[in-house]
Nanobody
């Protein structure tokens, strides 16, 4: 049974930082591309970024323009964990943040949420002004 469990969310002031973690179990973690998404109330789920699975492109990251330069994704395959470092947070970053795992997407195809097979429940991030 695959489980993805996010942690690290909370309340932060504008301009602050948070680091989210996503712990995976029940899958060969290194074989999966891992993505981060968020969903604000009344809005569609938004792609934030992704990090490639082990291999020729292992560890390569891609980001949505809206977070490029502020958010950084990393992974520790030994710990089966992917991270999302978020800096310079703004109130518009308030959302539920979720991680997802894809066994087959690569590159820009990973921007598509339909490419992901497994999803976490999400963690709330609230940025106050």
């Amino acid at each position: 049974q695959v489980q993805l469990v996010e942690s690290g969310g909370g309340l932060v002031q504008a301009g602050g930082s948070l680091r989210l973690s996503c712990a995976a179990s029940g899958l060969t973690f290194s074989a999966y591309a891992m993505g981060w998404f968020r969903q604000a109330p009344g809005k569609e789920r938004e792609f934030l970024g992704t990090i490639m699975r082990s291999g020729r492109s292992g560890g390569i990251t891609y980001y949505a323009d809206s977070v490029k330069g502020r958010f950084t994704i990393s992974r520790d395959n030994a710990k089966n964990t992917v991270y999302l470092q978020m800096n310079s947070l703004q109130p518009e970053d308030t959302a539920v943040y979720s991680c997802a795992a894809s066994p087959y997407c690569s590159g820009y195809a990973c921007y598509d949420r339909g490419q992901y097979r497994h999803w976490g429940q999400g963690t709330q991030v609230t940025v106050s002004s």
